[in-house]
T-cell receptor, first 112, second 109 residues
Framework: DAGVTQSPTHLIKTRGQQVTLRCSPK?????VSWYQQALGQGPQFIFQ???????QRGNFPDRFSGHQFPNYSSELNVNALLLGDSALYLC???????????FGDGTRLSIL | QKEVEQNSGPLSVPEGAIASLNCTYS??????FFWYRQYSGKSPELIMS????GDKEDGRFTAQLNKASQYVSLLIRDSQPSDSATYLC?????????FGKGTRLHILP
């Protein structure tokens, strides 16, 4: 039973560029959430997708956008990258809002 | 802003002793509570979930929830060096899961 998978594992970009991160949820899960984790901090909620719609959003600017596909997989897009966007980006999936979330291994994004 | 608070530590505990990790939250409407373990450079791993007041035990781990005091804790019995990690408390707030900053736990051999 495959868990949550994320790609790519690592990514290096320069300021101003755009990036797309991908996530496939655990089998049987239809809710996908994205988190940003800076070094030494807890994961910060970016947004959550369910039934191909953004249902909840954290305090992140519109540069952060996402999408969920009919097969429940999801993408996180970040435009106009800033140095402060350097972080570990985590995808988590769950069966519903109140069930435990299971995390992928994350994508380490470095902005030069 | 609704928050989840944890002592950042580090919390140092001798091997074999009980480690006690604490978390407070501000939203009285929260119904779901989770503890995750995160090793350095790795993603969070679910340890336990708790939804009702009282204690929930799973092996060496016990989660305790007190909704009146808005307090959730995690006890680790017979602490092992492999328990050294950051422990994250997560709470559902307004239909999203919010994490604390985590407590670093160091088990002393």
């Amino acid at each position: 039973d495959a868990g949550v998978t994320q790609s790519p594992t690592h990514l290096i970009k320069t300021r101003g560029q755009q990036v797309t991160l991908r996530c496939s949820p655990k089998s049987g899960h239809d809710t996908v959430s994205w988190y940003q984790q800076a070094l030494g901090q807890g994961p910060q909620f970016i947004f959550q997708y369910y039934e191909e719609e953004e249902r909840q959003r954290g305090n992140f600017p519109d540069r952060f956008s996402g999408h969920q596909f009919p097969n429940y997989s999801s993408e996180l897009n970040v435009n106009a990258l800033l140095l402060g966007d350097s972080a570990l980006y985590l995808c988590a999936s769950s069966k519903d809002l109140y069930q435990p979330q299971h995390f992928g291994d994350g994508t380490r994004l470095s902005i030069l | 802003q609704k928050e989840v608070e944890q002592n950042s530590g580090p919390l140092s505990v001798p091997e074999g002793a009980i480690a006690s990790l604490n978390c407070t939250y501000s939203d009285r409407g929260s119904q779901s509570f989770f503890w995750y373990r995160q090793y350095s450079g790795k993603s969070p791993e679910l340890i336990m979930s708790i939804y009702s007041n009282g204690d929930k035990e799973d092996g060496r781990f016990t989660a305790q929830l007190n909704k009146a005091s808005q307090y959730v804790s995690l006890l680790i019995r017979d602490s092992q060096p492999s328990d050294s990690a950051t422990y994250l408390c997560a709470v559902n707030v307004d239909d999203k899961i919010i994490f604390g900053k985590g407590t670093r736990l160091h088990i002393l051999p």
